[in-house]
DNA sequence: CCTACCGATCGGTAGG
DNA sequence: CCTACCGATCGGTAGG
């Protein structure tokens, strides 16, 4: 890994942790080792930084779309492996979830038009598969197969996104772990129950 | 209204929508007409005024806690009217989705007690009137009543801070407002599918 | 002695 | 990739 890469993963980091303003550029420069003036030889200005970190984000996502749809042929357990899929990407780094739920916050216009290029195909096809599930009965007839997939979504990234949080909420006697845990299992029952006719 | 309240409203629109770093108090003060050291006046330091501008939203939350608390005594459209008042509760000024958040991201650890106050006892008794639920035969009885509601919860929070963005994703000839709306009906459609016996 | 401010400026740091 | 800087703006405080 070279230097611009180094340093786009400690952008991500601090992005994901502190935000985009809360993370300076000398910040980032001093975790990988290198001068800021060295950063801003990289990535000529802090936007083109965050641009490069989102770009990565969605490249690992797209490289992950074949797997992803290749578990969504039919029946129960397939929009499960769909879902747990979505769920293994995000816990694979948690920064990506923060990341990106950040950027909506941040920049809503941009990310309207990232989204709508980059998630926006695979829902509708997802979707399709929704509406071919509800043809073949297995299904709920009262679905609304786009709005369904995007909750699954929201609630994945936003569940891993605010993990360090969740503890403190449900909790009693269980780890943090366990608590996570638990909340993924409902999240597994919440999104298979709301699909399927029993 | 007086300035001390005008200056925490202007401040939890622009820590809603730029963030905590991204809000100067320059920029907080010049929206309500006043001086920065005005503001520094009412509030000593700029933390002061993140802490007041969330006990406000917290303290709105706590006002209208007992008509949500009477929405969920039993029943199918009871648990619904309790969703409904959460959800009116956050599109009535949606920066209270956004800024809360952005102070999940922003301070976990601060959010944790925050939440663990004020939001957990609230959740262990709407998963009481869960289990009474399961207990008379209405509701599903493999579903996890504080996982459940704390979905609930983030699912609403989520969708209202994210709407700006939602329109591109899902939408095709559809106005912003109309994928909204279809967003919310199916969150209501989702969330009492996933609950109740048929 | 208190309240609600003002114009000016402090030492540091931002992105570039 | 580094040294030496810039215009501007940051959160916070001075006396009156």
Redesign the interface.
């Known amino acids: 890994m070279d230097n611009a890469d180094q340093i786009r993963a400690a952008a991500t980091q601090l992005f994901a942790s502190?935000?985009y303003?809360?993370a300076s550029l000398q910040a980032i420069a001093e975790r990988v080792g290198v001068t800021k003036q060295t950063l801003l030889y990289h990535y000529p200005s802090k936007d083109a930084l965050r641009r490069a970190v989102l770009d990565h984000v969605f490249a690992h996502f797209r490289e992950r779309l074949p797997k992803m749809l290749d578990a969504v042929t039919s029946g129960h357990d397939r929009f499960e492996a769909l879902t747990r899929e979505l769920v293994h990407f995000f816990e694979a780094d948690p920064d990506r979830a923060?990341l990106l739920?950040?950027e909506?916050?941040?920049k809503?216009?941009d990310?309207?038009?990232v989204?709508?290029e980059n998630?926006?195909p695979w829902?509708?096809l997802v979707a399709q598969y929704v509406r071919q599930g509800v043809t073949s009965g297995i299904i709920?007839a009262?679905?609304?197969p786009?709005?369904?997939?995007?909750?699954v979504i929201?609630?994945v990234?936003?569940?891993v996104?605010?993990r360090?949080?969740?503890?403190?909420?449900?909790s009693a006697e269980a780890t943090p772990d366990e608590t996570h845990e638990?909340?993924m299992?409902?999240?597994f029952?919440?999104?298979r129950?709301?699909l399927f006719n029993?």
Do not use: S
Request: hydrophobic content about 45%.
């Open positions: 502190v935000g303003d809360g923060r739920l950040r909506l916050l941040d809503p216009d990310m309207r038009r989204l709508a998630l926006r829902i509708l709920h009262d679905v609304d786009e709005a369904y997939v995007l909750h929201v609630l990234l936003a569940n996104a605010v360090p949080v969740t503890h403190g909420v449900i638990r909340q299992q409902e999240l029952r919440l999104t129950t709301a029993r």
